[in-house]
């Protein structure tokens, strides 16, 4: 279930890498319904609008998306609802 990665990355592929490996070992451990929580805006935004581009992150992206049509996927809504919270307060 470890996984160890060597070399440098940018922020946002790290993300992107440990978003596809989670979902990978959720679906693996049989979970047909999964959410996937991001603080990282980009990858967000490229999930919840399906945007693949022709870079090592769209790859990725494209990677997760394909991962999740294999179960019910939906993402970020607790730290949507956080973040509308804390800026109402």
Same mark, same amino acid.
């Given at each position: 279930?470890?996984?160890?990665?060597? +070399? !440098?990355? %940018? #922020?946002?592929?790290? %993300?992107? &890498?440990?978003?596809?490996?989670?979902?990978? /070992?959720? /679906?693996?451990?049989?979970?047909?319904?999964? &959410?996937?929580?991001?603080?990282? &805006? !980009?990858?967000?935004?490229?999930?919840?609008? !399906? !945007?693949?581009?022709?870079?090592?992150?769209?790859?990725? #992206? %494209?990677? &997760?998306?394909?991962?999740?049509?294999?179960?019910?996927? +939906? +993402?970020?809504?607790?730290?949507?609802?956080?973040?509308?919270?804390?800026? %109402? #307060?």
């Amino acid at each position: 279930m470890c996984n160890t990665i060597t +070399g !440098k990355f %940018e #922020v946002d592929i790290m %993300e992107a &890498i440990a978003a596809r490996h989670a979902l990978s /070992i959720a /679906i693996e451990a049989g979970f047909r319904r999964v &959410i996937l929580e991001t603080d990282n &805006i !980009k990858l967000a935004h490229h999930l919840s609008k !399906k !945007k693949m581009d022709l870079t090592a992150f769209g790859n990725m #992206v %494209e990677d &997760i998306l394909r991962l999740a049509s294999q179960c019910q996927f +939906g +993402g970020n809504n607790v730290a949507h609802k956080l973040a509308k919270y804390s800026s %109402e #307060v």
